[in-house]
């Protein structure tokens, strides 16, 4: 993190241990947790991780700050401790049960910490106390930068320390390191097991843990590339040393919810159903689709013919093989040669596979939009070495690669020119 972040962080986070004060009402010695979760980019890896393919990612410095502490009082033998959450940021307060029982609230930023209040209960065994939590985020809410698994992050890492979790024997038997932590929280979110862990309902997303893995997992001044099902590191990249990421939020939210979750979770969906026309004709239990690519040195090919010859009743033959074309080529292709590019430093052929990646969400997985198809578009033509849409898709931002001593005029010129294209965007 640059010192100018820095210092605005620490000034943030001794703000809201004031705010904390104010909320709990604990004595002062009581201890304060104090947590740091930035965003991330998902530099390539579109709709890669919950496949079990694989992704290139890296921290940002803007993210959230949070502090919490233990809730004062102990609530009786029929009552459940209680989370109290404030966003320093709206002055918005939700207060909530720490059950596996507490009812969600979609649509409400509440809904992610609720999720793992419910969650963190189910979990983990024996008494739970209670916790107040304040946090200020200054990432762009639905722009695809992790707003949300942020949250999410951060509410568990506050409430297990609060409660200890790490001591607890159903965490020592299943989270021993930062993947299997991110791993474990990105089925948090999707509701699906983790190990021994019994999934719970989850946020409503049929997504995987790059979020999670990104957040926690990130190296500084590097790119990390991860594989997924389970969270395996691969190796760490150099970001070039004079280039730095420029992010162009596009103004269309790209929340998961409503008519966005569905669209969402369809391209989510297409893959899964064609996993499971490959698990019914070969008869392999087959985890994830990139388990069954790499069953064998033909599987890819054997894949693809079923998949062409499929009769599913959700989706057309040439959707299902637009997909799995679309996954096996970023993460078994197009991943590993970029970042083979950056190792080299051969930033044309870097670009080169951004735009292929780019290319493939346009035509395959279909989540692209007007205003992040003219971001890339005009990064490109101001000179930026790359440039991506990334996240979840059907709206959310943009990455650019630009030389460092240039960020500022390109930063103003991508923003001039993108307003003039699309004005009421903001």
């Given at each position: 993190?640059?010192?100018?972040?820095?210092?605005?962080?620490?000034?943030?986070?001794?703000?809201?241990?004031r705010?904390?004060?104010?909320?709990?009402?604990?004595?002062?010695?009581?201890?304060?947790?104090?947590?740091?979760?930035?965003?991330?980019?998902?530099?390539?890896?579109?709709?890669?991780?919950?496949?079990?393919?694989?992704?290139?990612?890296?921290?940002?410095?803007?993210?959230?700050?949070?502090?919490?502490?233990?809730?004062s009082?102990?609530?009786t033998?029929?009552?459940?401790?209680?989370?109290?959450?404030?966003?320093?940021?709206?002055?918005?307060?939700?207060?909530f049960?720490?059950?596996?029982?507490?009812?969600?609230?979609?649509g409400?930023?509440?809904?992610?910490?609720?999720?793992?209040?419910?969650?963190?209960a189910?979990?983990?065994?024996?008494?739970?106390?209670?916790?107040?939590?304040?946090?200020?985020?200054?990432?762009?809410?639905?722009?695809?930068?992790?707003?949300?698994?942020a949250?999410?992050?951060?509410?568990?890492?506050?409430?297990?320390?609060?409660?200890?979790?790490?001591?607890?024997?159903?965490?020592?038997?299943?989270?021993?390191?930062k993947?299997?932590?991110?791993?474990?929280?990105?089925?948090?979110?999707?509701?699906?097991?983790?190990?021994?862990?019994?999934?719970?309902?989850?946020?409503?997303?049929?997504?995987?843990?790059?979020?999670?893995?990104?957040?926690?997992?990130?190296?500084?001044?590097?790119?990390?590339?991860?594989?997924?099902?389970?969270?395996?590191?691969?190796?760490a990249?150099?970001?070039p040393?004079?280039?730095?990421?420029?992010?162009?939020?596009?103004?269309?939210?790209?929340?998961?919810?409503?008519?966005?979750?569905?669209?969402?979770?369809?391209?989510?969906?297409?893959?899964?159903?064609?996993?499971?026309?490959?698990?019914?004709?070969?008869?392999?239990?087959?985890?994830?689709?990139?388990?069954?690519?790499?069953?064998?040195?033909?599987?890819?090919?054997?894949?693809?013919?079923?998949?062409?010859?499929?009769?599913?009743?959700?989706?057309?033959?040439?959707?299902?093989?637009?997909?799995?074309?679309?996954?096996?080529?970023?993460?078994?292709?197009?991943i590993?040669?970029?970042?083979?590019?950056?190792?080299?430093?051969?930033?044309?052929?870097?670009?080169?596979?951004?735009?292929?990646?780019?290319?493939?969400?346009?035509?395959?997985?279909?989540?692209?939009?007007?205003?992040?198809?003219?971001?890339?578009?005009?990064?490109?033509?101001?000179?930026?070495a790359?440039?991506?849409?990334?996240g979840?898709?059907?709206?959310?931002?943009?990455?650019?690669?630009?030389?460092?001593?240039?960020?500022?005029?390109?930063?103003?010129?991508?923003?001039?020119?993108?307003?003039?294209?699309?004005?009421?965007?903001?």
């Amino acid at each position: 993190m640059s010192d100018e972040q820095s210092e605005l962080k620490a000034a943030r986070i001794g703000e809201l241990a004031r705010r904390l004060s104010h909320l709990s009402g604990a004595p002062n010695d009581t201890e304060v947790f104090v947590f740091w979760i930035p965003g991330r980019i998902e530099v390539l890896g579109k709709h890669t991780d919950y496949g079990g393919g694989r992704s290139l990612l890296c921290a940002v410095e803007r993210g959230i700050c949070l502090v919490a502490r233990a809730r004062s009082g102990t609530p009786t033998r029929s009552e459940s401790p209680r989370v109290r959450i404030m966003d320093a940021n709206s002055g918005d307060i939700a207060e909530f049960d720490l059950a596996a029982n507490v009812e969600p609230r979609p649509g409400h930023w509440s809904n992610y910490p609720i999720t793992v209040a419910r969650r963190a209960a189910a979990n983990f065994s024996g008494a739970m106390s209670g916790a107040d939590i304040v946090f200020a985020s200054d990432l762009p809410p639905a722009a695809g930068v992790s707003s949300s698994s942020a949250l999410v992050v951060g509410s568990f890492l506050a409430i297990a320390a609060v409660n200890d979790l790490p001591a607890r024997h159903e965490y020592r038997d299943n989270i021993t390191t930062k993947e299997d932590l991110a791993g474990y929280l990105g089925c948090v979110e999707n509701g699906l097991n983790f190990k021994s862990l019994h999934g719970h309902a989850g946020v409503g997303t049929f997504g995987g843990s790059e979020d999670q893995t990104a957040i926690l997992c990130a190296i500084p001044n590097s790119l990390v590339q991860y594989s997924f099902c389970p969270v395996r590191f691969e190796r760490a990249i150099p970001l070039p040393r004079d280039y730095s990421f420029v992010i162009g939020a596009s103004g269309v939210l790209a929340e998961k919810t409503g008519a966005a979750l569905q669209l969402y979770n369809g391209v989510s969906r297409r893959l899964s159903v064609a996993l499971e026309c490959w698990r019914s004709a070969s008869g392999r239990p087959d985890i994830s689709m990139g388990a069954a690519v790499a069953s064998s040195g033909d599987a890819r090919e054997r894949i693809r013919a079923i998949l062409v010859a499929s009769r599913s009743a959700e989706y057309p033959a040439q959707s299902l093989v637009d997909r799995f074309d679309q996954f096996v080529v970023e993460a078994n292709e197009i991943i590993p040669a970029a970042g083979d590019a950056l190792i080299r430093g051969d930033l044309d052929a870097f670009g080169d596979a951004v735009a292929r990646s780019q290319l493939g969400a346009q035509n395959h997985l279909e989540n692209q939009i007007p205003e992040t198809i003219a971001l890339v578009r005009g990064a490109r033509d101001l000179g930026a070495a790359a440039a991506s849409a990334f996240g979840a898709g059907f709206g959310g931002s943009v990455w650019a690669l630009v030389e460092s001593r240039s960020v500022v005029v390109f930063r103003q010129k991508w923003s001039n020119a993108y307003h003039r294209a699309f004005p009421g965007n903001k």
